[in-house]
């Protein structure tokens, strides 16, 4: 089992609609949660972090961590079609800081 | 300001042949990381460096693979003997000595025929 999972999508939505993407983990230790936005032939981009359990807003993007239920969200609300893009969650590893990854949800926000 | 810069963006090598892919972190960042993105595995670490410790080469697959942080800026990753399972872009990210941010460079895009 990965120690992080995400499920690969493809996801598509229309213009406009709220999206809920997710990942679960395995390590309890983890106390920072990344989310990135890649888009084709691109490197990823940070979008926002969260620390420990709690939200965090930033304009139409909220990132939720729980970590009772080792559970990682992030909320997209009117979606717009440059949201189109793969998603990825990536904890950072305590010891040192290194990413470890999901999968990656492709979104497609169809205008 | 500048980001992250790699090259060459795109390589194209045969079977057997040595490469060296290049890292440019943005100035005045400790930490400096190297991920490998292939199809079939995701986004792995691969080496980590964080001023003058010794570098964490933990996610490294195999030996032919290695990587040197020269004054503390540029890095250089070197994959010896390169092998078509070698195939896939090698992405730099730089970050201050929180654990928060990790920037990302554009990657550069090996193919090994």
């Known amino acids: 089992q990965k120690e992080v999972e995400q499920d690969p999508g493809p996801l598509s939505v229309p213009e406009g609609a709220i999206v809920s993407l997710n990942c679960t983990y395995s390590?309890?230790?983890?106390?920072?949660f990344m989310w990135y936005r890649q888009y084709s032939r691109k490197g990823p981009e940070l979008l926002m972090y969260t620390y420990s359990s709690g939200n965090k807003e930033d304009g139409r993007f909220t990132a939720q961590v729980d970590k009772s239920s080792k559970y990682i969200s992030l909320f997209i609300r009117d979606s717009q079609p440059s949201d189109s893009a793969t998603y990825l969650c990536?904890?950072?590893?305590?010891?040192?800081?290194?990413?470890?990854f999901g999968q990656g949800t492709e979104l497609s926000v169809k205008p | 300001g500048a980001g992250v810069s790699q090259s060459p963006s795109n390589k194209v090598t045969e079977k057997g042949k040595d490469v060296e892919l290049r890292c440019d972190p943005i100035s005045g960042h400790t930490a400096l990381y190297w991920y490998r993105q292939s199809l079939g595995q995701g986004l792995e670490f691969l080496i980590y460096?964080?001023?003058?410790?010794?570098?964490?080469k933990s996610g490294l697959p195999s030996d032919r693979f290695s990587a040197e942080r020269t004054g503390g800026s540029v890095s250089t990753l070197t994959i010896q003997r390169t092998q078509q399972e070698d195939s896939a872009v090698y992405l730099c990210?730089?970050?201050?000595?929180?654990?928060?941010?990790?920037?990302f460079g554009p990657g550069t895009r090996l193919l090994v025929l």
């Open positions: 460096f964080q001023g003058n410790s010794a570098p964490d």
């Open positions: 990536a904890p950072s590893d305590p010891q040192g800081g290194k990413l470890i």
């Open positions: 990210a730089s970050g201050g000595t929180d654990q928060e941010t990790q920037y």
């Open positions: 390590n309890s230790a983890f106390q920072y």
